[in-house]
């Protein structure tokens, strides 16, 4: 274990590098006038100080909660320290750091583990400066219904992008926490992916140790789960499935609160959507349906979003359903599970259950909790500290020699894209401006061809289709030579091309970040087991700038 830890050497430095969301962006780099969208600014000093002093004036159900975990997690053989952590929410000094995501397969792209890596990091500094139990915990969204979001993942496939999707396929709109893993759907599709990724000298003992996963969970998410114990157990983190039927139990009257709230909650929306309208920020991050009670409501296994028809009285459109608030009242005390947030009320529900030290947030959660400030406030509650996760891009070693031979800068290739930076590479490097020759050989060929065709054409004018029909083609064939002299130039240039496309699969791929495409399995394959651990001892700071981790 020892010798296969020394195999992999890390580094991480930073970069600046702009989201793309203008508010974001923003927000990351401490330009907006916070108090108007959340409760704490992020970046002062003492905002946890803050943020606990307000935690300690409200009351948890902090026993129930812990006793729920502790049951659940007892079903996925979780770790020691995982059941010393949930222990420690019993303790009312205790606070938790939470960020969340899908049950995505292998755990879906690699946002995912950077988020944990950041819960935990935060976790860990946070405890040590306040000298309280801070509980590192991971919101599952397993109530989520789209199966669509999360079952597949991307591997290479000659020099290209795939998109590897496993064989099932999903009729009803079920709770991804409810359905039902096909395991040998799974196990082809795990095969393919190894396939994929190419056998090395881990490839036998991570399918092997995916297949015991496998054929522990019933479930999806539970597959997810228990790849995220396998991961980050000895961390310690607590894992919350936002679609557990215990979990809905303790969730009773807070799902009451919110039924007889959902017309104060649309509007709480929309007036925050407004003020950051005024703001400058058009992009709405929450788009609802009018009247909408951000609340789902399950029918024969299948989630419906409720929309408030008039005062006290609900409706699924879709099915031609309708309730009143007294009997969905009724139905929340018999049948909680039937019941289920979205992205609107789970962060309230989310504040209901946790006493939040810190919420880690990816930029686009960064975007609609900005919407949200208004529902907390509706329910007596503040906005928790939002703090933006961790981004990492993995530069290996062969990649940054590709990076070192072409002359480019790494910045400037996370901050463009690849193929900018290629077009003006393969301009230098052209004998002469094929494409400026060709344009100056068209017009002039052109000229002489319209002169030819007016003399012809005055001469006899039922010959104008085929004079025009021939300046296409004599255009064609002088394409046809552009065409020849860039293949030529271009197999001239083929070792560097190659690491061009190199360089923008690994770290832009589909002109995209590197975390949002690939998979935490394609670097565990590569580089072994501990990859995820060795990422874990590396030093983070909640600045807002991207770290590069270099291999």
């Known amino acids: 274990m020892n010798e296969e830890r020394k195999l992999i050497d890390m580094e991480a430095f930073e970069l600046f590098l702009p989201q793309s969301n203008p508010f974001v962006n923003n927000y990351i780099n401490r330009r907006l006038e916070v108090e108007k969208y959340f409760d704490y600014d992020p970046f002062q000093e003492d905002v946890f100080q803050k943020r606990y002093d307000d935690i300690l004036s409200r009351t948890y159900k902090r026993d129930e909660l812990a006793d729920v975990l502790i049951q659940y997690h007892k079903r996925l053989n979780a770790t020691e320290q995982i059941m010393e952590n949930i222990l420690k929410l019993k303790n009312p000094n205790s606070v938790v750091v939470v960020g969340g995501q899908q049950a995505g397969l292998l755990t879906g792209p690699l946002y995912t583990i950077h988020k944990i890596i950041s819960i935990l990091a935060l976790a860990k500094e946070q405890e040590k400066k306040l000298n309280i139990p ?43 926490s409810e359905l039902s893993i096909d395991k040998n759907a799974c196990r082809i ?77 649309y509007h709480q929306v929309v007036k925050q959507q407004q003020i950051l309208k005024e703001e400058g920020y058009p992009y709405q991050a929450i788009t609802m349906r009018e009247n ?62 946790l006493p939040t030290l810190a919420f880690i947030a990816g930029p686009g959660e960064i975007a609609y909790w900005a919407e949200l400030k208004g529902v907390f406030h509706l329910f007596s509650m503040n906005v ?78 039922s010959l104008a289709p085929v004079l025009r029909k021939n300046a296409q083609f004599i255009e064609q064939q002088i394409d046809f030579v552009e065409r020849i002299v860039q293949k030529k130039i271009h197999a001239k240039y ?58």
């Open 384 to 461: 928790p500290p939002v703090i933006p996760r961790i981004h990492l891009t993995i530069l290996e070693r062969n990649i940054e020699s590709d990076l070192l031979e072409l002359d480019l800068p790494l910045e400037e290739v996370l901050k463009q894209g690849v193929e900018p930076l290629k077009h003006r590479w393969f301009k230098q490097k052209e004998p002469f401006d094929v494409s400026a020759y060709v344009s100056k050989a068209k017009e002039e060929i052109e000229d002489i061809h319209r002169s030819l065709r007016e003399k012809i054409e005055d001469f006899d004018q």
């Open 292 to 353: 909408c009670a951000n609340l789902f409501y399950q029918i024969e296994d299948e989630r419906y979003l409720l929309i408030e028809k008039e005062k006290n009285l609900f409706s699924i459109p879709e099915i031609n359903w309708t309730s009143s608030l007294s009997d969905l009242l009724e139905e929340v005390r018999m049948n909680p599970w039937k019941f289920s947030n979205n992205v609107v009320t789970r962060p309230v529900m989310q504040e209901y259950l």
């Open 134 to 176: 801070v509980v590192p915990v991971f919101w599952i969204a397993g109530e989520d219904h789209d199966f669509d979001e999360i079952n597949h993942l991307y591997v290479a496939d000659r020099g290209r992008l795939k998109k590897k999707t496993i064989m099932q396929t999903q009729r009803k709109k079920t709770m991804i």
């Open 494 to 551: 083929e070792a560097e091309l190659q690491k061009f496309r190199r360089i923008e699969y690994s770290l832009k791929p589909n002109n995209q970040w590197q975390e949002r495409v690939w998979n935490i399995y394609y670097y565990l394959n590569k580089y072994g087991p501990n990859f995820v651990k060795d990422l874990q001892q590396l030093t983070y700071t909640f600045n807002g700038k991207h770290k590069i981790v270099k291999l």
């Open 189 to 265: 599709w795990l095969e393919e992916v190894f396939a994929a990724f190419g056998e090395t000298k881990y490839t036998k003992h991570l399918l092997a140790s995916l297949y015991h996963e496998l054929d522990q969970s019933a479930t999806y998410v539970e597959f997810f789960e228990r790849l995220l114990i396998s991961m980050f157990g000895d961390e310690g983190i607590v894992l919350i499935n936002s679609g557990s039927k215990e979990l809905r139990e303790l969730e009773k009257s807070y799902f009451e609160q919110m039924l007889m709230a959902t017309d104060s909650i």
